[in-house]
Nanobody, 117 residues
Framework: QVQLVESGGGLVQPGGSLRLSCAASGIIFNWYHMGWYRQAPGNQRELVALIRSGGSNNYADSVKGRFTISRDNAKNMVYLQMNSLKPEDTAVYYC???????????WGQGTQVTVSS
């Protein structure tokens, strides 16, 4: 009954922008830390951005200053605004929900982001 559904991926030129969305259901959204991860072919899945239940943020060094994570608790939504996109940002982006002390981890199906001219 827990669902995370990503949207907003697509093809964009280098230097362009894209906004990803993740809609959550089946959880008490305000209690969860929400993260965006990405995985390129042959690479490990890596944490891109994290927004905690309390609202504080963390970013991977590679995206700091270019990406912004935000959440709307009233809508059970988390967003990733991606600016100044680079070809190395190309990956499948996944939404994740987790709570401290809870072994359960929830993932969306992923959305493809391709940065290419």
């Amino acid at each position: 009954q827990v669902q995370l559904v990503e949207s907003g991926g697509g093809l964009v030129q280098p230097g362009g922008s894209l906004r990803l969305s993740c809609a959550a259901s089946g959880i008490i959204f305000n209690w969860y830390h929400m993260g965006w991860y990405r995985q390129a072919p042959g690479n490990q899945r890596e944490l891109v951005a994290l927004i905690r239940s309390g609202g504080s943020n963390n970013y991977a060094d590679s995206v700091k200053g270019r990406f912004t994570i935000s959440r709307d608790n009233a809508k059970n939504m988390v967003y990733l605004q991606m600016n100044s996109l680079k070809p190395e940002d190309t990956a499948v982006y996944y939404c994740n929900a987790a709570r401290s002390g809870d072994p359960r981890n929830y993932w969306g199906q992923g959305t493809q982001v391709t940065v290419s001219s």
